[in-house]
């Protein structure tokens, strides 16, 4: 079987991007796994679709975080706003071993999505051994939409690149930002002249991305095309937290 997950990297969205592409999610009767990043209203929505939304966080261990100085803060305050969290991809990726240990430490999350590997076939999860008795289930994701503005060939295509991956024991994790869906965003511009005009996303309200949003192909086509032809793709969509307990892999730890 082909499975397709549909995740979200929050990145500080403003709640009507986020809404947005849940009630586009909810509509396709589509499941997704939504990375949160923020204390929000929208949390509360996403909760309202229990059977479609798994919540997951995204933890930010950068220099100058607003989740915390150390690892150990940053994990406490996703795990404040979004306590049932089990699974996670890191903001920009950023990982080590240390980190890891302390997120299996300090936490009930047991699944990673944090490792992007552009087009890699053949996917399969990784148990990674840690300390004290832990480990953590990690999957690769195979497509981001902020990193296809910088590919020669970018895919925009959605149910084009389902096809391309198999029908057959494979695993698709893709990875979408609300407001590049908000913008249908297919390069980097129109999204940093929006920042640079209005500052704090969080911020933005959706008159004042109107005039930056994409008609080209691009993150919300990519999308929208893929739910449009989900019927007739050979692919099951489910959250990451379920593939991870069709594989037996949710009890790592």
């Not at 992007?116 to 195979?142: E, I, K, W």
């Not at 391309?164 to 990875?175: P, Y």
Request: with cysteine.
């Amino acid at each position: 079987m082909h499975n397709v997950v549909l995740t979200v990297d929050v990145d500080w969205a403003p709640d009507w991007a986020m809404k947005q592409l849940l009630d586009v999610l909810v509509e396709a009767e589509t499941p997704s796994t939504w990375f949160v990043t923020h204390e929000s209203p929208m949390l509360d929505v996403l909760r309202e679709h229990p059977t479609l939304v798994e919540i997951g966080v995204h933890p930010n261990f950068l220099p100058g975080s607003s989740h915390g100085e150390s690892p150990e803060e940053v994990i406490s305050e996703c795990l404040r706003f979004a306590p049932e969290a089990r699974t996670m991809r890191t903001h920009c990726l950023v990982q080590s071993t240390p980190i890891l240990q302390t997120v299996v430490d300090a936490s009930p999350i047991s699944v990673d999505a944090s490792v992007y590997l552009r087009d890699l076939s053949g996917v399969s999860p990784s148990t990674l051994p840690l300390d004290h008795g832990r480990s953590l289930t990690r999957f690769a994701y195979v497509w981001e939409d902020d990193l296809e503005f910088f590919a020669e060939q970018p895919r925009w295509d959605g149910p084009r690149f389902i096809t391309d991956r198999g029908t057959s024991d494979e695993i698709t994790i893709i990875d979408v930002h609300p407001i590049h869906f908000a913008l249908n965003s297919a390069s980097v511009g129109p999204y940093e002249r929006l920042k640079a005009a209005l500052g704090n996303m969080r911020n933005v309200t959706e008159a004042d991305a109107a005039e930056f949003r994409g008609t080209a192909p691009g993150a919300r086509t990519f999308i929208q095309s893929m739910l449009e032809a989900k019927n007739t793709l050979d692919a099951e969509f489910t959250t990451l937290w379920s593939l991870a307990e069709s594989k037996r892999l949710t009890d790592a730890r």
